[in-house]
């Protein structure tokens, strides 16, 4: 099948959206497939088989992210000789424009993958406006009201939607979305986590050989939650003598995020117990999830969390807090924990959090359930088996179009 994609995230970008689609696409080809990949002009990127990079821009409230312009004629002229059979869009913006407008131009079905809560990420925008703009002309609910507004009119336009997770469902058909909608998780090349021994893992990231490692993985911002963890880790160290150290995998570019963690860390006395690494390639980071032995989450902004599956891969117990769409992937007391949390009631959330921590610790038979529960249950989020249920969807929608 020829299949297009259009995303405003791709390699080298470090985030879930953009690992997503590196192993849908390098799968797709195993199978036979051709998918064609367009994306912005990313610097530094390398030259990749039918990867297509558009003009762009830097995204001026998220430095790391860009903005392709949303047409290309030389592309378009190109597409007349590829004949697409589906289009598949991950942004509603820029090339999810283009792609929109290439798959009403040639009459084939159009699906889109819903990756981001933008509701959650208005923040960003709206807290860079002069504060005049924030005062008289703009509330960061409109910000929220506007990304809505954004979403559901984009995927109205779609024949289908897919959603990550249960949560992402619900949300958007509370937004007003008529579209059809599928619940699919991105999928996980269980080969790309290949076993390595612990105690290696360690040394190669500079960890301590005889301590309790709880992992973070992800970007390192505001929605992520991050400073819950460091009370968590304040409180472990007050209650137990276990030496238990936190690490955390990630940026941002906004190098202030990163100054004020571990500014709060030193504030909690615990600089002793964190461990930032900053950004780790791919091969590094599989590497820090078998050095670990709890994956921690603390975001309740995610649509689905494609690193909680890799933990789960890796035979890690998740600690999280309860999120419909971490739900999806974790049983409570199956693989790991979700923890209750209420903005109201943090103090009790942090000691449920660090009690469960302590009772992994101290009760060996239930950890190595959970961790063995935790490797059956990635299993069925195979990028094989995704792409194959994928695949279903886009023939039964081009069936439909050629009816």
Same mark, same amino acid.
């Given at each position: 099948m020829k299949i297009g994609y259009f995303s405003d995230t791709y390699r080298p970008h470090k985030n879930g959206v953009a690992t997503a689609l590196s192993i849908q696409k390098k799968n797709f080809e195993e199978e036979g497939h051709e998918l064609h990949l367009f994306i912005p002009y990313i610097p530094n990127s390398l030259q990749e088989k039918n990867v297509y990079k558009l003009p762009s821009i830097t995204f001026p409230f998220q430095k790391e992210h860009r903005i392709a312009v949303p047409f290309s004629l030389k592309y378009d002229l190109l597409l007349n000789k590829i004949d697409l059979k589906i289009i598949h869009?991950?942004?509603?913006?820029?090339? #999810?424009?283009?792609? !929109?407008?290439? /798959?009403?131009?040639? @009459?084939?079905?159009?699906?889109?993958?819903?990756?981001?809560? *933008?509701?959650?990420? /208005?923040?960003?925008?709206?807290?860079? *406006?002069?504060?005049?703009?924030?005062?008289?002309?703009?509330?960061?609910?409109?910000? @929220?009201?506007?990304?809505? !507004?954004?979403?559901k009119t984009y995927c109205n336009l779609c024949d289908l939607i897919i959603a990550p997770s249960t949560k992402v469902k619900k949300l958007l058909i509370d937004f007003g979305v008529k579209s059809p909608i599928e619940i699919l998780p991105n999928g996980l090349d269980i080969r790309d986590f290949?076993?390595?021994?612990?105690?290696?893992? %360690?040394? @190669?990231?500079?960890?301590?050989?005889? /301590?309790?490692?709880?992992?973070?993985? #992800?970007?390192?911002?505001k929605e992520k939650n991050i400073e819950y963890l460091l009370k968590v880790e304040k409180?472990? @160290?007050?209650?137990?003598?276990?030496?238990?150290?936190?690490?955390?995998? #990630?940026?941002?570019?906004?190098?202030?995020v990163l100054?004020?963690? %571990?500014?709060?860390?030193?504030?909690?006395?615990?600089?002793? %117990?964190?461990?930032?690494?900053?950004?780790?390639?791919y091969e590094d980071i599989a590497n820090a999830y078998f050095a670990s032995d709890i994956f921690v989450f603390p975001s309740l902004t995610e649509t689905q969390g494609l690193v909680v599956l890799e933990a789960l891969t890796t035979g890690l117990p998740v600690i999280a807090l309860q999120d419909e769409a971490i739900g999806d992937f974790v049983g409570d007391e199956y693989n790991g924990f979700l923890i209750p949390h209420s903005p109201y009631k943090i103090e009790e959330s942090i000691y449920e959090f660090g009690r469960k921590i302590i009772e992994l610790i101290?009760?060996?038979?239930?950890?190595?359930?959970?961790?063995?529960?935790?490797?059956?249950?990635?299993?069925?989020?195979?990028?094989?088996?995704?792409?194959?249920?994928?695949?279903?969807?886009?023939? %039964?929608?081009?069936w439909d179009y050629n009816k």
């Open positions: 869009t991950h942004t509603p913006f820029s090339l #999810g424009i283009f792609g !929109w407008y290439e /798959a009403r131009k040639r @009459k084939i079905p159009l699906v889109h993958t819903y990756h981001t809560l *933008f509701t959650e990420y /208005a923040y960003y925008i709206w807290d860079h *406006f002069p504060g005049f703009i924030k005062k008289h002309l703009i509330t960061e609910k409109e910000a @929220k009201d506007i990304a809505i !507004w954004m979403s290949k076993p390595i021994d612990k105690n290696l893992a %360690r040394e @190669k990231l500079n960890l301590p050989k005889d /301590a309790m490692i709880l992992l973070f993985v #992800g970007r390192l911002g409180w472990l @160290k007050l209650n137990t003598s276990y030496p238990i150290y936190l690490v955390i995998v #990630g940026d941002n570019p906004d190098k202030r100054e004020g963690l %571990r500014k709060e860390a030193e504030e909690l006395d615990i600089e002793d %117990r964190v461990k930032f690494t900053g950004y780790l390639e101290n009760n060996k038979e239930l950890y190595f359930t959970l961790s063995e529960n935790a490797i059956k249950s990635a299993k069925d989020y195979s990028v094989q088996e995704i792409n194959r249920k994928l695949l279903s969807i886009y023939e %039964r929608l081009i």
